[in-house]
């Protein structure tokens, strides 16, 4: 195998701009109109995200299991304490299914 040695700088051809590159900044400019900054979602119109969902649900579904176990400490652990007060069990209820749609926004993308 022969190693071919490079001629000296001063021996190459240099072109300052090559022939394949001749029109390549004669290009024109992108032909669009700019979008305003109105005409995009605003952030009080758009829609929680699915990170967002997912905290406000666990924080929900936890306010609700710590007044269900309040509820049923105050009541001295009787059986029917959460019976005759759902409202705890609705809040955890309420939080769980906040979180589990945020967990499913994140995990989707809608087209």
């Known amino acids: 195998m022969a190693v071919k040695r490079a001629k000296p700088p001063a021996a190459r051809k240099r072109e300052d701009w090559p022939y394949e590159r001749e029109g390549y900044s004669d290009l024109p400019g992108p032909a669009h109109a700019s979008a305003h900054a109105a005409a995009g979602p605003t952030v009080d119109s758009a829609p929680p995200s699915g990170r967002l969902q997912a905290f406000l649900g666990s924080v929900l579904a936890g306010c609700g299991a710590v007044w269900a176990a309040e509820a049923v400490v105050q009541a001295h652990f009787l059986p029917g304490t959460l ?4 409202h705890p069990m609705e809040l955890t209820g309420a939080g769980l299914l906040i979180w589990l749609h945020g967990k499913w926004r994140r995990a989707t ?3």
């Open 109 to 111: 993308q809608l087209r």
């Open 83 to 86: 019976t005759r007060d759902p």
